[in-house]
């Protein structure tokens, strides 16, 4: 069982947006802003898509947004397209002791 | 750029250990912590450790604390993860990540990734 609590599918059509949550505690994501996600295609090597709840690396398309409420941390693709078909997985820091868990990750399907 | 290189596939029989190597270029290695995460088939990722090259300092995940090793050679830009009495529950793609920005745990780049096997 995954430290983070992610729902294990999520879809949209292209053009539309898609939300997906992440939830943990208030030891982890509700206690610091160092919640990041990241996109991994089938055979792929994950890719940072959001960190420090909201930041983008360079190359990631503005439509990909990240926010926090609470213990519950949310990834927002506006304007689905293709390629963004992915699983998706939250991360946050969780003290000293475990400073990195994972969410169980959300299989994205743009239909 | 910043780049991981790992090294290739294991095939390893239950009980035994594997060491996966990750040689970094494109920075100076002792100025960032260098992680290792593990992806079972068809399963999520899974935070093993880390370890601070400068210092040789390590934290790992309690679910891996006593079967987990994880060393640097400073000279060779390098650093290992061993995990011993392996299962066939250890069967995963291991992979090494270096920090986006050195000292806070999310990750970027990422290593190609190990495949290790464990069967009988």
């Known amino acids: 069982q995954s430290a983070l609590t992610q729902p294990p599918s999520a879809s949209g059509s292209p053009g539309q947006s898609v939300v997906i949550s992440c939830t943990g505690t208030?030891?982890?994501?509700?206690?610091?802003?160092?919640v990041s996600w990241y996109q991994q295609h089938p055979g792929k090597v994950p890719k940072l898509t959001i960190y420090e709840v909201t930041k983008r690396p360079s190359g990631v398309p503005d439509r990909f947004s990240g926010s926090k409420s609470g213990n519950t941390a949310s990834l927002t693709v506006s304007g689905l397209q293709p390629e963004d078909e992915a699983d998706y997985y939250c991360s946050s820091y969780a003290g000293d002791n475990n400073p990195v868990v994972f969410g169980g990750g959300t299989k994205l399907t743009v239909l | 750029q910043v780049q991981l290189v790992q090294s290739g596939a294991e095939v390893k029989t239950p009980g035994a250990s594997v060491t996966v190597s990750c040689k970094a270029s494109?920075?100076?290695?002792?100025?960032?912590?260098i992680h290792w995460v593990r992806q079972a088939p068809g399963q999520g990722l899974e935070w093993m450790g880390w370890i601070n090259p400068a210092k040789g300092y390590t934290k790992y995940s309690q679910k891996f604390q006593g079967r987990v090793t994880i060393t640097t050679d400073t000279s060779a830009s390098t650093a290992y993860m061993e995990l011993s009495s392996l299962r066939s529950e250890d069967t995963a793609v291991y992979y090494c990540?270096?920090?986006?920005?050195?000292?806070?745990?999310?990750?970027?780049?990422w290593g190609p990734g190990t495949l290790v096997t464990v069967s009988s």
């Open positions: 494109g920075y100076r290695f002792t100025t960032c912590a």
């Open positions: 990540a270096r920090p986006y920005t050195c000292g806070i745990d999310w990750f970027d780049p």
């Open positions: 208030s030891s982890d994501v509700g206690g610091y802003n160092y």
